[in-house]
Nanobody, 124 residues
Framework: QVQLVESGGGLVQPGGSLRLSCAAS????????IGWFRQAPGKEREGVSC????????YYADSVKGRFSISRDNAKNTLYLQMNNLKPEDTAVYYC?????????????????WGQGTQVTVSA
């Protein structure tokens, strides 16, 4: 049974940093595509960053390039998202998602398995 559990969200001032974690079980990270998505109030869920299931390459949304970094610890079966230079527009619920073979790495609709989400609020 695939399970994803996010942690690490919180309240941070603009310019600050947070690291999100996603503990996975029921599969191994290398065998699935896995990524981070976010949803702000009144907006659609959007892809933030992901590891492709085809080649393991990483992808980022343009809005977070140069500020966010995705990584994984295969021994711990855990995915991370390091978020630096956070902006108020980064405020959202952040979700971890996994799928054995999504057609598109950063498209939420292509993923079958989701965590419960963790709130990130960037505010002074």
């Amino acid at each position: 049974q695939v399970q994803l559990v996010e942690s690490g969200g919180g309240l941070v001032q603009p310019g600050g940093s947070l690291r999100l974690s996603c503990a996975a079980s029921g599969f191994t990270l290398e065998s699935y595509a896995i990524g981070w998505f976010r949803q702000a109030p009144g907006k659609e869920r959007e892809g933030v960053s992901c590891f492709s299931g085809f080649d393991g390459d990483t992808y980022y949304a343009d809005s977070v390039k140069g500020r966010f970094s995705i990584s994984r610890d295969n021994a711990k079966n855990t995915l991370y998202l390091q978020m630096n230079n956070l902006k108020p527009e980064d405020t959202a619920v952040y979700y971890c998602a996994a799928d054995p073979m999504p057609r598109r790495c950063l498209i939420a609709g292509d993923y079958d398995y989701w965590g419960q989400g963790t709130q990130v609020t960037v505010s002074a």
